[in-house]
């Protein structure tokens, strides 16, 4: 797994850039000044770092220096005050690249990306010069680039994604929120021929309608108020790499004609311009609605999901991931222990509710549940540190077991029993988890009493 070195005198930008980045598959370790930053590098040298360029006791630059000749390390210089004799002079010293603040994460995200797709043949590299066999394919570890899991539908994806990922086929990605359709993207870029070339991922919901456009075509001098530039769209900077479109069901609907006009033809005219500028990008798309209900309910056209969908991909939810919850808990854990320099670890009451929780959220929910649980615990992770929803009140899930040929009322009493039992008596849950009325509940439980005498 690559690893990142984040350096910033700001606790509250380092906190959130360090989550960033592990949120691309890296470990992270983290620093406030320089002194901290060298101690860091000599423990242990990273992939990249990300250093502010003015800390408390020195520059980045400073850093830039240490590293020059030791280990293979990519580093980005960031700051607040960009002027151009600086990022020339941290250029030329051998800095891969400068940032300012506010960070454009989709570039950071793409020089991650870019980092994280040398480390495979670095480390076959490695292993082959100190003659060791070479790692176990992705299927048999449980990792196929950023995706982590062991179980039946995620190795099943693996493959999917393994047959796709060289050819220069669209792919759609569906699945509920908090999936890691995101990081499915980034992972079939970074395994296919297009890896050294950009990618860009850019959130269609998260962009205003009067905005998008411009944002993916980009646009004209003088074409609208405030167009005192030429702007290049993402299509543009993506050329010859990969675009990832997230909820594409979000795009607005007089929109994706445009959208499906360039997938068909490759080329496309800035707004306010008549010129047609080539294009070679390969799109992934991605939603968490289902897509035959989004062309029934207008949200998608119809012409331009046949387009997307040449090969779509369904990102299983954690809930149907038997075993992966116990394996990605316990990889967000060795991150945050890593981080914080601590050893905490699960009990095994806390890791069977985690096992039992049905994680509406998907991988999402359970990484934040790991962080605060991590937060609230001293040593070891207790029930107590784990929220209420979490194997309590709302997340008890049991199974009961029936023969065949037991009877209805049999069936429907167990349940009923095992219900109320799992939700400490509480009735009125226990009815609306069921999918009956209180009253119901009331008529089935006098029955089972009397019954009973």
């Known amino acids: 797994m690559p690893h990142a070195l984040a350096v910033d005198d700001d606790p509250n930008f380092l906190s959130a850039l360090a989550e960033l980045i592990e949120g691309q598959g890296f470990t992270t370790n983290t620093a406030l000044n320089l002194r901290d930053a060298r101690a860091q590098v000599s423990h242990r040298p990273p992939d990249v770092a990300l250093v502010d360029l003015y800390l408390p006791d020195g520059s980045g630059i400073d850093l830039l220096k240490d590293l020059e000749g030791g280990a293979a390390t990519e580093v980005v210089l960031m700051t607040g005050h960009a002027d151009v004799e ?5 250029l030329r010293l051998g800095a891969s690249d400068y940032l ?7 570039r950071l995200k793409n020089i991650l990306a870019n980092v994280a797709s040398l480390q495979p043949s670095v480390a076959a590299a490695a292993r082959a010069e100190r003659g060791e066999e070479a790692e176990k394919a992705p299927q048999e570890t449980g990792r196929l680039g950023l995706l982590l899991g062991a179980s ?9 994604m393994n047959r796709v990922a060289p050819t220069e086929a669209t792919v759609l990605l569906v699945g509920e929120s908090g999936t890691g359709k995101d990081l499915a993207a980034t992972t079939l870029h970074l395994i296919s ?3 050294k070339a950009p990618f860009l991922p850019l959130n269609c919901g998260a962009i205003s309608p009067t905005l998008i456009e411009s944002e ?3 646009h004209e001098r003088g074409s609208f108020t405030g167009a005192q530039h030429r702007h290049k769209g993402y299509f543009e900077r993506a050329h010859s790499g990969t675009l990832f479109l997230d909820e594409i069901s979000e795009m607005p609907i007089e929109l994706q004609v445009k959208l499906l006009r360039v997938l068909e033809t490759g080329t496309l005219a800035r707004i306010g311009g008549d010129q047609q500028v080539a294009v070679d990008v390969r799109v992934i798309a991605a939603t968490n609605r289902d897509p ?4 029934a309910d207008g949200k998608l056209r119809e012409d331009l999901l046949y387009r997307l969908q040449v090969f779509p991909i369904v990102m299983p939810p954690l809930r149907e991931r038997s075993g992966d919850v116990e394996l990605l808990a ?6 945050l222990n890593e981080r914080q320099g601590t050893a905490k670890q699960f009990s095994g009451d806390s890791m069977d509710r985690l096992r039992t929780h049905i994680w509406p959220g998907n991988v999402r929910e359970l990484k934040n549940v790991v962080h605060r ?3 609230m615990a001293d040593d070891e992770i207790t029930p107590r540190c784990l929220p209420r929803e979490v194997g309590g009140e709302a997340g008890a899930v049991r199974s009961l077991h029936f023969h065949v040929g037991a009877s209805i009322s049999d069936v429907e009493h167990r349940l009923i029993m095992a219900t109320l039992d799992a939700y400490a008596g509480n009735k009125r849950k226990t009815a609306e988890v069921l999918g009956v009325s209180l009253k119901t509940l009331y008529n089935r439980l006098n029955t089972y009493r009397v019954g009973d005498t």
């Open 292 to 295: 035959q209900k989004a062309v």
């Open 373 to 375: 649980a991590f937060i």
């Open 216 to 218: 993916l075509f980009g």
């Open 86 to 90: 600086s990022a020339v002079q941290a």
């Open 152 to 160: 039946e539908p995620m190795l099943a994806t693996y493959e999917m």
């Open 100 to 106: 300012t603040k506010p960070l454009d994460i989709g």
């Open 193 to 195: 021929r297009r890896s």
């Open 330 to 335: 316990t990889y967000f854990l060795d991150q």
